[in-house]
C-alpha cells in the first residue's frame, strides 16, 4: 500500500552544522510533498513543500530536494540552530483530501 | 491569535464514556481536517471537510467516531464509548483552499486518555 518511511529515526548533529533528514515514499504517482516540524506538546508546523514539477525549493535556512526516480525527498537545514530542535515528518499527499505522514525524524542538537 | 486553536487542551475519560472535541480553525479557511496522532508515530488521517460538506471520513477507526462542521467553520470530533486505544492526540488542521495539496495550519491538538 502507500507509504511515506524514514530512513533514520534519530539525527544528532552539531550546532552550526547543516542538518539532512530523509524521506522515501512509496506512490509514484503523489505530486505534492510537505514537511513539517513538531515540537513537544505541539502541532505540526509547516516548513516547505513542493510538488512534483519541481526537484528543490528553497526556503529561509531550508531547502527540500525532491527525487522522482528513486522517490526520495530529503530536507536540509542550514547552520542548525538550537530551536530546530524538533520531530520533523515528511508528508506526502494522496488526493484529493489525504496527507500521509512518515514517523518522523527527531532532530537533536549538540552544542 | 490568528491560529488553529483546539479545546480541551487535555481530556481524561473512563472507558464507556462519550467525548467531544472541539476545533476552531482559521477564519475563511474553506477545509478542514481531523488527525490521530498516537505517541511516537505521525498522524493519521481521519476526516476531511470542505466547508460544512465532510467529503472523505475514510480514516474514522469505527463507527464509534463522528465528526461535524454544520456552519462550515467550527468542528467538532465526537467519540462514542471511549475505549482505552482511542488514547492519542487530536489534532484539527485547517487550509485555505480545496484539498490536500497545500499546506495546512494545525493546532496543538487534544491529548485523550481512557482509563
Known amino acids: 500500500g502507500e507509504s511515506v518511511g524514514l530512513h533514520l529515526p534519530t539525527l544528532s548533529v552539531q550546532e552550526g552544522d547543516n542538518s539532512i533528514i530523509n524521506c522515501a515514499y512509496s506512490?509514484?504517482?503523489?505530486?505534492?510533498f510537505i514537511w513539517y516540524k513538531q515540537e513537544s506538546g505541539k502541532g505540526p508546523q509547516f516548513i516547505i513543500d513542493?510538488?512534483?514539477?519541481?526537484d528543490k525549493r528553497q526556503g529561509q535556512r531550508v531547502t527540500v530536494l525532491l527525487n522522482k526516480t528513486v522517490k526520495h525527498l530529503s530536507l536540509q537545514i542550514a547552520a542548525t540552530q538550537p530551536g530546530d530542535s524538533a520531530v520533523y515528518f515528511c508528508?506526502?499527499?494522496?488526493?484529493?483530501?489525504?496527507?500521509?505522514f512518515g514517523s518522523g525524524t527527531r532532530l537533536s542538537i549538540r552544542p | 491569535g490568528a491560529g488553529v486553536s483546539q479545546s480541551p487542551r487535555y481530556k481524561v475519560a473512563k472507558r464507556g464514556q462519550d467525548v467531544a472535541l472541539r476545533c476552531d480553525p482559521i477564519?475563511?479557511?474553506?477545509?478542514l481536517f481531523w488527525y490521530q496522532q498516537a505517541l511516537g508515530q505521525g498522524p493519521e488521517f481521519l476526516t476531511y471537510?470542505?466547508?460544512?460538506?465532510?467529503?472523505?471520513k475514510s480514516g474514522l477507526p469505527s463507527d464509534r467516531f463522528f465528526a461535524e462542521r454544520p456552519e462550515g467553520s467550527v468542528s467538532t470530533l465526537k467519540i462514542q464509548r471511549t475505549q482505552q486505544e482511542d488514547s492519542a492526540v487530536y489534532l484539527c488542521?485547517?487550509?485555505?483552499?480545496?484539498?490536500?495539496?497545500?499546506?495546512?495550519?494545525f493546532g496543538d491538538g487534544t491529548r485523550l486518555s481512557i482509563l
Open positions: 471537510f470542505q466547508n460544512e460538506a465532510q467529503l472523505d
Open positions: 488542521a485547517s487550509s485555505l483552499g480545496q484539498g490536500a495539496r497545500q499546506p495546512q495550519h
Open positions: 477564519s475563511g479557511h474553506v477545509s
Open positions: 508528508a506526502e499527499s494522496a488526493p484529493p483530501s489525504k496527507i500521509i
Open positions: 506512490n509514484s504517482a503523489s505530486d505534492y
Open positions: 513542493i510538488r512534483s514539477n519541481m
